[in-house]
Each structure stands twice: as C-alpha cells, then as structure tokens.
Antibody, heavy 114, light 110 residues
Framework: QLQLQESGPGLVKPSETLSLTCTVS??????????WGWIRQPPGKGLEWIGS???????YYNPSLKSRVTISVDTSKNQFSLKLSSVTAADTAVYYC??????WGQGTLVTVSS | EIVLTQSPATLSLSPGERATLSCRAS??????LAWYQQKPGQAPRLLIY???NRATGIPARFSGSGSGTDFTLTISSLEPEDFAVYYC????????????FGQGTRLEIK
C-alpha cells in the first residue's frame, strides 16, 4: 500500500531556506506516468500547488513561487524534496507531498518565525 | 494559467439531502478534473478523477460529471461524514505536471 511521509524542520527563520523531504513507501517513485508534487495550505486557507517532478527529473513550478523553489528527486532513496528560499511569514503553511491525482501525505506544519 | 472557480462558497444542507457543487474553468481542461474532500486536520482525499471516475473505496453516492469548462460533483444523499470542504483540481495535458485548485466549497450542516 502506497504511503507518503513528509519530514523536515517545523520552524524556519525568516530569510532562510525551507527544506522538506517526502519518503515514498509501498511503491516505486520511478513508476511511469505518475508525477509527484508539493502542495501547501496556509492556516484556514485553500490549497496552493507549489510544483511537480517526474522521476526523470523534469520539473514544473507555480509561476508565483518559481524564483524561490527547487524540487528534486532521489530515486535510489525513493524520495523527492522541496527547497523554498527566502521564506517569510506568508510561507507558514501545512506542506503536503503527493502522487499527483491520487494519494497525499499527512502533511507537515512549517512555521516561519524568528 | 487556468483558473478554477467553485460555487457556492458555502452550501448548507441537511443529512439525506442532495448536494450539487460546481467548478468552472477559465478555459477547457478536457476531462482532466478531479475532486477532493478535506476534513479538519486531515489531508485532502481523492474522490473523483478525470471528471467522472470514482477513486478506490469512494461510496457510490459521490458522482462527478462535466467536460471542457463546467463540472459538477453530486452527493446523492448526504451522510453526516460528508460535511467537509471540497476542492476541484485540474491537471494540464501539457505540461502534464502542472495543476491548479479551486478555492473550495464548504459543505456545512444546516
């Protein structure tokens, strides 16, 4: 049974880089035809797509975040990762990883505060 | 960029009633439209993919319809556990990893 689990610091200082990893278990991240992505949800608000990656490394980013986002994949570890630079309080949110169009991780709250 | 507009923002109904939620796209998304349900403190759960296909384990009271720019999620007879927030989401044919979400419809108990 496929499962996704986010991991990383729950508190990041302003201007620093937020780094999260998604570990995929019960299935291979190299499975063809699936894209893997990061989505976030500020407290009390809706869902915002951050970006997506294919196992080959092809990436697609939300234009509003593109200048600050890097998503990468490590097929040997069955993981993909998110880096968001120059964070501000507006980046405080629950961050989800997902196999697009199907299963999501449980989410992890990241707070940006000094 | 494709914009998804959901209506209504809030829907107040009673258990046993029929719920109809709408999602309109700013340009055609073909049938590449999904519906998610989110309960407080939980991750979104996929209900419908490709406009009308129920995901694994989703009860038959949930159905999706539409194509192009206008889509509908129907819950035929509301159960207490159905009161939640519902999001529509489109995926682009190209580039295929590009997605956007609607702003959500809150389904609340009347």
């Amino acid at each position: 049974q496929l499962q996704l689990q986010e991991s990383g610091p729950g508190l990041v200082k302003p201007s620093e880089t937020l780094s999260l990893t998604c570990t995929v278990s019960g299935g291979s991240i190299s499975s063809s035809s699936y894209y893997w992505g990061w989505i976030r949800q500020p407290p009390g608000k809706g869902l915002e797509w951050i970006g997506s990656i294919y196992y080959s490394g092809s990436t697609y980013y939300n234009p509003s975040l593109k200048s600050r986002v890097t998503i990468s994949v490590d097929t040997s570890k069955n993981q993909f990762s998110l880096k968001l630079s120059s964070v501000t309080a507006a980046d405080t949110a629950v961050y989800y990883c997902a196999r697009l169009g199907s299963l999501w991780g449980q989410g992890t709250l990241v707070t940006v505060s000094s | 960029e494709i914009v998804l507009t959901q209506s209504p923002a809030t829907l107040s109904l009673s258990p046993g009633e029929r719920a109809t939620l709408s999602c309109r796209a700013s340009q055609s998304v073909s049938s590449y439209l999904a519906w998610y349900q989110q309960k407080p403190g939980q991750a979104p759960r996929l209900l419908i993919y490709d406009a009308s296909n129920r995901a694994t384990g989703i009860p038959a009271r949930f159905s999706g319809s539409g194509s192009g720019t206008d889509f509908t999620l129907t819950i035929s007879s509301l159960e207490p556990e159905d009161f939640a927030v519902y999001y529509c989401q489109q995926r682009s044919n190209w580039p295929p990893g590009w997605i956007t979400f609607g702003q959500g419809t809150r389904l609340e108990i009347k």
